[in-house]
């Protein structure tokens, strides 16, 4: 199940850990356009490093509820015809990195999937 988002929502990245290091680094803005079970789309003006040593944490809310997502970014594609980065977030569902927030988007998933007005469409 894919959520495909009208108008962009809008979220917060940083970098969490590089090389398993813990990082204290600044948060930007980023629009969320996707999400789904295993990974988010966002764009960005941006450009992010692609590398498996790097996990991002991802900040948003979602109906009144603060979410942090965890992961890292595999994919990058810069549109020619804009300054903006298209980007795939590839969710890591790690208990020790995420505590209880792997049941928090599970539910939420739930929900979303009933929504099929508003804002959100639900996409195959």
Do not use: C, W
């Not at 809310?61 to 020619?80: A, N, Q, W």
């Amino acid at each position: 199940m894919v959520i495909e988002f009208k108008q962009p929502v809008h979220a917060h990245i940083s970098i969490h850990q590089v090389k398993g290091n813990l990082i204290d680094s600044k948060r930007t803005v980023i629009h969320i356009r996707h999400l789904s079970a295993t990974s988010i789309e966002f764009e960005s003006e941006l450009k992010f490093p692609v590398s498996e040593d790097v996990i991002y944490r991802l900040s948003t809310t979602l109906y009144e509820d603060p979410l942090d997502f965890y992961g890292e970014i595999l994919t990058s594609v810069k549109m020619d015809d804009r300054k903006v980065y298209f980007y795939q977030f590839n969710l890591l569902l790690n208990q020790s990195t995420m505590g209880n927030q792997s049941y928090q988007v599970s539910d939420k998933q739930k929900y979303l999937g009933d929504v099929e007005e508003g804002s959100m469409k639900k996409i195959n």
